[in-house]
């Protein structure tokens, strides 16, 4: 019989993994929070369904991301770790590689996604993407283009 993997396990195993958005990592109560998000993005997903239906049907479309500098922390709970990691790529349409900055806390529960709360940089993140238009709108900046 298998030991349930540990928090670091399934961090270093599965969320960085190219099957990262596979339903079977969350648990079905999963609780996914983005609490700085940019405007009009959701901060919350409650439930695997949920936010597997952002990430189907938005189709969460982000370029090839390499990490970088990971560090993992162990907390006091044996469930909770906190990560520290930089994603980069090439912004779309251009040469130019960008990297943002990240920070998560992550509980696991029976060797599943119980909570996971990633902080990140929404301008970094919008312009790796190529949605820094689209954000600078929302906010009453520059007019978005296509």
């Known amino acids: 019989m ?14 960085f993994a190219a099957g990262a958005m596979d339903p079977a990592l969350y648990a079905e109560d999963v609780v996914i929070e983005t609490p700085f998000a940019a405007p009009g993005r959701p901060r919350c997903w409650e439930g695997r369904e949920a936010f597997m239906s952002f990430v189907q049907g938005e189709g969460v479309s982000l370029p090839a991301l390499t990490r970088r500098d990971v560090r993992i922390h162990e907390s006091a709970d044996p469930e909770v770790i906190v990560v520290e990691y930089e994603l980069g790529g090439t912004i779309p349409g251009t040469d130019q590689e ?4 990240f920070i998560g806390v992550l509980r696991v529960r029976e060797g599943k996604v119980a909570h996971w709360r990633e902080y990140q940089d929404p301008i970094v993140m919008a312009m790796a993407t190529g949605r820094l238009p689209a954000l600078l709108s929302s906010l009453g900046g520059a007019p978005a283009q296509a």
Do not use: C, K, L, N
């Open 2 to 15: 298998a030991a349930t993997p540990t928090a670091r396990e399934v961090f270093e195993r599965h969320m």
């Open 98 to 101: 960008t990297w943002a900055p």
